[in-house]
């Protein structure tokens, strides 16, 4: 099925999803989450992974009710749980927190994707269950394979919008953010850990280095399957002359 066919049988329609994002692109953040709230209503969640709290903070600041999402794979740093406690606090979240259904294993050690299928995709089609959209941070300087990342797209494999309010953004940006509003940052990020996930799949990386070569080092992995398939605008004067296949990485 085409991304167009997908976006019919959800009731979307693909050039009207494209001429918001190129709109999008050229406001505020805080534009995109109002849109996608004013769109989607209580069919909109937010999905965290908690490295840090920017996109919630203008989130609440757009609606303080929107859900936010945060799957807890078991597998998380005790520090990253103590950091969402501490955001949940400091905002009064509407936070969801999904958990997989296996026990603790130690698959990770032999076949992280699957892994990742059981302990994130699958909770995650959970938390998405029922709704229209979901709100990630993805941006596109984080990596390679997120510099096609829309401010809004079309979810192909899951059939929902979705929305990164700060696909734009910089390093930089999230830096003069977080100190110009005094978020609280992830403790591990003093530590050299640029990007956090899962503890058995987490280092840190020295200076200088891509800041997600510390995510499943010294495997060929990159992502872990929540970010597929996607439809968005591409970087064309026309936004709807094509539609490109971004297989971007995963936040979490
Ligand atoms: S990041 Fe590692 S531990 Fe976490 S779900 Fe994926 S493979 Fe499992």
């Known amino acids: 099925m085409s991304p167009e066919e997908a976006a019919a049988e959800a009731g979307l329609d693909l050039r009207q999803l494209a001429a918001a994002s190129a709109e999008l692109e050229k406001m505020p953040a805080t534009a995109a989450i109002e849109w ?3 769109q989607f209503g209580d069919e909109l969640v937010l999905a965290s992974s908690f490295q840090d709290c920017v996109l919630i903070d203008l989130a609440m600041q757009v609606d303080p009710s929107i859900e936010v999402v945060f799957l807890d794979t078991q597998y998380h740093f005790a520090e990253t749980l103590w950091y969402v406690e501490q955001v949940r606090k400091r905002y009064d979240l509407n936070l969801r927190i999904v958990r997989p259904q296996v026990e603790p294993d130690d698959r990770w050690l032999d076949d992280p994707d699957g892994c990742c299928g059981a302990r994130k995709v699958v909770p995650l089609a959970q938390a998405l269950s029922g709704k229209q959209a979901w709100m990630t941070g993805l941006r596109r300087s984080e990596a390679s394979t997120r510099r096609h990342t829309a401010i809004v797209a079309f979810d192909v494999g899951r059939g929902l919008v979705k929305v990164n309010p700060l696909a734009t ?3 930089q940006d999230v830096a003069g953010y977080v100190t110009a509003r005094g978020l609280p940052e992830h403790p591990l990020r ?3 850990y640029e990007s956090i996930g899962c503890w058995p799949c987490t280092r840190p990386v020295q200076p200088g280095d891509d800041p997600r070569s510390g995510r499943w ?3 060929d992995k990159l ?3 929540l ?3 996607e439809a968005s605008p ?4 026309n936004p709807l002359a094509s539609f490109a296949e971004d297989h971007s990485d995963s936040l979490f």
């Open 36 to 38: 996608a709230r004013d």
């Open 169 to 171: 953004w910089t390093d």
């Open 217 to 219: 080092a010294g495997l």
């Open 223 to 225: 992502e872990c399957g």
């Open 234 to 237: 591409a970087s064309d004067s």
């Open 190 to 192: 003093e530590l050299g």
């Open 227 to 229: 970010h597929g398939d």
